[in-house]
């Protein structure tokens, strides 16, 4: 036991109350504020309560939270890459105050945790961006999320655990940081943790069932009693070099005494022009710098490629001129998936390019949603109408018309037209096109969705399971408005409706749609046949 490697900041917090005390909290509980966490906030509470964030006792109030975000350092000086925050609603904030108990509650209503509130505050995100991100790009996944669906204000203080959130799949995987240290201790032999982040990862990934099936391939690979599986339910921010340093806190927390750190560390791919976000060996080069203080030691991983000639993988560059050297990036790998053609056998073990296949079926067989946008009156239900029908004619694929006046009746009767409730009506539609997506269906959508931003989430919803493709339906608003089918834009004129979209309300004309159609210059029929013809295309129809 002795050669144990100490947790970062010499003691292990872990946050549980004894079982009598946390029944009293419980009950307690019933009369203060409560908060249901996000699935961010789900991965952050269960390492904090574990002990995997040590030296960490809570959510970080502002006299730790604005040393971390400038210089990497609580305000004890400890370093400390990333900022680990409660966020809230103004409605929540604005019924708590120093002192009070916010109780801490898992989606379904159960209590993990009860924050002491010492500290609340209106943070400056982008800032926070920038100094973490090193950018405000918000095609950096953890930029995004941070200036787009991170709540308003934070709430900081010591947290008390009542009970570990539940997880129902590949429980005996899941290990605590003592649970992993006293398995390392018992069984000397094991040299190797494969530690999989299964929390929240780069979006588009892999699902974690997926990804874990594979780990459990390779597992069996490694000779026996030499490794150990384990499962890390860390929400990453892709924060390149910084989150290495804080993944190699947390893996010294569980037990490490050295850390792989590869070319592109947690890296968040390209930024909107195109360039990478951090250099390549940078998350290796802070690693360096920082490791005395870390207390954990890095092996460095260079760009392993497959040299033909030798039947194995070298180093990139440790190659010669002359030698056959193979690679498949990222994208290669998802574009044969997605087409089914081959992927050899130098590239991975049969059992998992098997795996990969079959949670990636070939594009025809996935799902995918067509999304129509435009003004009212542009004719977006006549050419959703137009596609529906020619989908049904080919037969074999189940069709859903999602029209915009079929969901405000049924799904959204409750709403009206203001920026919040549009909204929620169109979240709800990119809600129920992603699960039709996901069981393989097609969905047609029609509503107007004015925002980019929001046509942008249901994108982001529905991709991870199928195809989306944007069709911005372009007439223009002078010719709706003498179309004026429903009346409805003289009314708007008249100022007898409000908000209406294209006379007061804005509509933010897509920037790059897949299929761009003015109804002056085709006929529905042109239009439909258009979009199936883009659809065999795309390969989503053959
Ligand atoms: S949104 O913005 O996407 O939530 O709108 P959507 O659900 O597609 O609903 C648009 C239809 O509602 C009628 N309508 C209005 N449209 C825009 N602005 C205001 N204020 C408004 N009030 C009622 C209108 O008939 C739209 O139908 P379409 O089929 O688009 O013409």
């Not at 040299?191 to 990934?205: A, C, E, F, I, Y």
């Not at 007439?475 to 709706?480: A, I, N, S």
Request: hydrophobic letters at 40%.
């Amino acid at each position: 036991m002795t050669d144990l490697i100490a947790p970062y900041g010499g003691e292990l917090k872990e946050l549980y109350l004894i079982d009598s005390l946390a029944a009293a909290v419980r009950a307690q509980s019933r009369d203060w504020p409560s908060w249901d966490l996000t699935a961010r906030q789900m991965c952050d509470i269960e390492l904090l309560l574990n002990g995997a964030f040590s030296p960490l006792g809570g959510f970080m109030c502002r006299r730790d939270y604005d040393p971390v975000v400038r210089d990497m350092r609580l305000a004890d000086a400890t370093l400390w890459p990333i900022p680990i925050t409660l966020d809230v609603t103004h409605a929540v904030a604005d019924r708590l105050s120093e002192g009070l108990q916010l109780a801490l509650r898992d989606p379904t209503g159960v209590l993990l945790a009860v924050l002491e509130v010492k500290d609340i505050w209106v943070p400056d995100r982008r800032l926070e961006a920038t100094s973490v991100f090193g950018s405000d790009d918000i095609v950096h996944p953890g930029v995004n999320h941070l200036l787009n669906r991170t709540n308003p204000v934070y709430v900081g203080g010591p947290l008390r655990g009542v009970a570990p959130p539940t997880h129902y799949d590949f429980r005996h995987l899941r290990d605590t940081p003592r649970e992993l240290t006293l398995r390392a201790a018992h069984q000397t032999e094991a040299n190797l943790l494969l530690h999989p982040v299964v929390g929240m990862t780069r979006p588009g990934d892999v699902d974690h069932y997926t990804r874990v099936r594979c780990y459990e391939h390779i597992y069996k690979r490694y000779p026996e009693h030499t490794t150990a599986l384990s499962l890390l339910p860390l929400a990453m921010r892709l924060a390149g070099p910084r989150e290495a340093l804080w993944h190699a806190i947390i893996r010294r927390n569980y037990g490490c005494s050295h850390f792989i750190v590869g070319r592109d560390h947690a890296g968040p791919g390209k930024d909107s022009r195109g360039s990478t976000f951090y250099g390549p060996y940078e998350a290796q080069e802070l690693m360096r710098r920082f490791q005395p203080e870390l207390g954990i030691e890095m092996v460095p991983f260079r760009e392993m490629v497959y040299v033909q000639d030798l039947d194995k993988y070298v180093p990139v560059d440790e190659t010669r001129p002359g030698q056959t050297v193979l690679t498949i990036s990222g994208s290669e790998l998802r574009r044969r998936l997605q087409e089914g053609t081959e992927i050899p056998p130098w590239f991975s073990y049969a059992e998992v390019v098997e795996e990969l296949r079959r949670t990636h079926p070939p594009r025809h067989q996935q799902g995918f949603t067509v999304f129509f946008t435009g003004l009212s009156g542009a004719g977006k239900s006549t050419l959703a109408h137009a596609v529906l029908v020619r989908l049904l004619e080919r037969g074999a694929r189940r069709v859903t018309l999602l029209d915009g006046d079929i969901v405000r009746k049924h799904l959204s009767s409750e709403l009206g037209f203001s920026r919040e409730h549009r909204d929620l009506n169109i979240l709800r539609i990119g809600f129920v096109a992603s699960e039709i997506v996901k069981n393989g269906g097609i969905a047609l959508c029609a509503p107007i969705a004015p925002y980019t931003e929001t046509r942008r989430r249901v994108r982001e919803m529905v991709e991870p399971y199928g195809g989306f493709i944007e069709v911005y339906v372009s007439t223009p608003l002078e010719v709706c408005e003498q179309r004026d089918r429903k009346g409805l834009y003289s009314k708007a004129r008249a100022g007898l409706i409000k908000e209406f979209t294209g006379v007061s309300d804005v509509y933010e004309v897509p920037v790059s749609p897949e299929i761009d159609i003015d109804t002056r210059e085709v006929t529905p029929d042109m239009a439909a046949n258009e979009i199936i013809v883009k659809l065999e295309s795309l390969g989503y129809l053959r």
